[in-house]
């Protein structure tokens, strides 16, 4: 019923920026977090950016001061700016809600950072 249609993925060099956005239909009753992972080839998926249930928002400290998530709740939409990109970043991200004790994931969109 929940799903979530990501964008704004693609290759980007070293030191510019991308906008990724998220489209959320279906339920949104209940949700307790909004926000993004990211994996990379090899790697756990980690956290990024997420919003909760009140506002309040979180950062992976690797990616504070330079990246921003928003969410236009009119629009059922997560954004995430980064900017400064570094190879560092380069993974495949994913849009993610919780909705009470389920996750729901996009199908994931490929960052790739050049040096």
């Known amino acids: 019923q929940v799903q979530l249609v990501e964008s704004g993925g693609g290759l980007v060099q070293a030191g510019g920026s991308l906008r990724l956005s998220c489209v959320i239909s279906?339920?949104?009753?209940?949700?307790?977090?909004i926000g993004w992972y990211r994996q990379a080839p090899g790697q756990q998926r980690e956290l990024v950016a997420s919003?909760?249930?009140?506002?309040?928002?979180m950062y992976k400290d690797s990616v504070k001061g330079r990246s921003t998530i928003s969410r236009d709740n009119a629009k059922n939409t997560v954004n995430l700016q980064m900017n400064s990109l570094n190879p560092e970043d380069t993974a495949v991200y994913y849009c993610?809600?919780?909705?009470?004790?389920?996750?729901?994931w996009g199908q994931g969109t490929q960052v790739t950072v050049s040096s």
């Open positions: 279906g339920t949104t009753f209940s949700i307790n977090a």
């Open positions: 919003i909760n249930g009140d506002g309040t928002t």
């Open positions: 993610y809600v919780r909705i009470w004790t389920y996750d729901y």
